[in-house]
């Protein structure tokens, strides 16, 4: 066997040996980059999360029910429907706010189509609820828009909250044209009534008493002006 031929067995060897390495290398590469990719996609997941995290400022969050108003929709189920919903949003992400939104329109849509209250079912009612919907839908929009900042995304949710407030105030004034003073003050007027209806009658029994010292004065008179 010459030496040539030797030589050239080796070179066929170590190009053989190089290769395989160079497979074994790659395939390694490859198997790790998809884990990688995975990884970095996580972590800016996390990190657009706590990125698009929405804050409404104490002034303008969503205001809770007074004890009145409780009563005057306790029966009204549209409108606990979409009272849960503005909770929702008052407490969402960027990330899950658009369809929070686009829930809320779908509940309005629902709430108008539905009978609404006896003594509740008026045009300043209706309107806001129309105008709440309307910002609802367009916030849905201005959220995917990345180019609009969360600061901007925040206000506009104070503005939904201005007018959800407004509607509830409206509710106790359709509501006082045709409630009972005690049905909508409770048992603080009832008893605030009773020490009223005490006083009252307190005067009425003491005008009989003041009536009869006035005829005996009148005799007393009459006595001695004819002795």
């Given amino acids: 066997m010459s030496l040539s031929f030797l030589i050239l067995v080796v070179e066929t060897l170590m190009k053989k040996i190089i290769l395989s390495v160079f497979v074994v290398c790659s395939f390694i590469a490859c198997k790790e ?32 029910l007074t004890p009145s108003q409780k009563k ?21 992400t960027r990330f899950a706010i658009i369809e929070d939104l686009g829930q809320l329109a779908a509940n309005i849509d629902d709430l108008e189509e539905k009978k609404h209250p006896q003594n509740l079912n008026a045009n300043q009612i209706r309107s806001r609820f129309l105008v709440l919907k309307t910002k609802a ?17 925040e206000k506009e949710i104070v503005k939904m909250n201005q007018v959800f407030n407004s509607i509830t105030y409206q509710i106790s004034q359709a509501s006082k044209l045709d409630m009972k003073p005690e049905e909508i003050l409770g048992n603080t007027l009832k008893a605030t009534g009773t020490i009223q209806t005490e006083k009252e009658n307190n005067v009425k029994e003491q005008k009989p008493v003041e009536k009869y010292q006035n005829t005996q004065k009148t005799v007393q008179e009459v006595k001695k002006q004819n002795p």
């Fill in 33 to 64: 980059e998809p884990q990688a990719t995975r990884a970095e996609q996580t972590e800016t997941q996390e990190e657009y999360l706590a990125k698009n995290k929405l804050t409404i400022p104490a002034k303008g969050k969503l205001q809770e």
């Fill in 72 to 92: 005057l929709v306790q029966d009204w189920l549209e409108f606990k429907t979409v009272h849960e919903n503005m909770k929702l949003i008052n407490s969402s």
């Fill in 137 to 153: 839908l367009k916030l849905q929009d201005d959220a995917t828009d990345d180019s609009i900042s969360n600061e901007f995304i």
